[in-house]
């Protein structure tokens, strides 16, 4: 069984169009995240919420809407897709908020063209 | 601002050599260090982590060490297996409910 799963694992899209990335953990954790991992592989946290209520939000730009309908569940809709957003998102799950171990997703490669 | 880097963005390490990867960092309020491993087209895993009063650590094959007076974390690991591959990032936990990512270190195991 994954712990942390995300889907798609890869997304190519064009820009202008709004997309999903969908995450579930089975492992009962409080607490879930969304993070951005550009070409450098410079791992940058977007979101974190805990039990369905929005910790951190880091200057993310508002096209990006995270969604938690349970604490299970964090989904992540960006609006309006632009080439800058291409990037590797990672959810990832831990049992507290800020966590020293947190356990990622598979990640979801975003490609927009 | 706070900070975590590394010296190093790669390394090469003969297979069975022990590797040391290195880590700066500048937030002093950090409660935790820790370390994460990905392999390719994978997410980070935990590797190990040390809390701020200790300055060593062991675990499987790795050691963590951390030296508050100059702000310096590194991660040993022995006998490197082809396995160990991968990029190494450290990271920071504080009082501000995230852990806070430094920018990897690309650790080539050499058969």
């Known amino acids: 069984d994954t712990a942390v799963s995300q889907t798609p694992k890869y997304l190519v899209t064009q820009m202008g169009n709004d997309k999903s990335i969908k995450c579930e953990q089975n492992?009962?954790?409080?607490?879930m995240y969304w993070y951005k991992q550009d070409s450098k592989k410079f791992l940058k946290i977007m979101f974190s919420?805990?039990?369905?209520?929005?910790?951190i939000n880091e200057t993310v730009p508002n096209r990006f809407s995270p969604k938690s309908p349970d604490k299970a569940h964090l989904n992540l809709h960006i609006n309006s897709l632009e080439l800058g957003d291409s990037a590797v998102y990672f959810c990832?799950?831990?049992?507290?908020?800020?966590?020293?171990?947190?356990?990622f997703g598979q990640g979801t490669r975003l490609t927009v063209v | 601002g706070e900070s975590v880097g590394l010296h190093l963005p790669t390394l090469s390490v003969q297979e069975g050599d022990n590797s040391i990867i290195n880590c700066a960092y500048s937030?002093?309020?950090?409660?935790?260090f820790i370390w994460y491993k990905q392999e390719s087209g994978k997410g980070p895993q935990f590797i190990i982590d040390?809390?701020?009063?200790?300055d060593k650590r062991q675990g499987q094959r790795v050691t963590v060490l951390l030296n508050k007076t100059v702000k310096h974390l590194s991660l040993q690991i022995a006998a490197t297996q082809p396995g160990d591959s991968a990029v190494y990032f450290c990271?920071?936990?504080?009082?501000?409910?995230?852990?806070?990512f430094g920018t990897g270190t690309r650790l080539t195991i050499i058969p």
């Open positions: 937030n002093s309020a950090s409660d935790y």
């Open positions: 990271a920071e936990s504080g009082g501000n409910e995230k852990l806070t």
């Open positions: 919420y805990n039990n369905k209520e929005l910790i």
């Open positions: 492992l009962g954790h409080d607490t």
């Open positions: 040390i809390r701020s009063n200790m």
């Open positions: 990832a799950s831990s049992q507290t908020t800020g966590g020293v171990e947190a356990f």
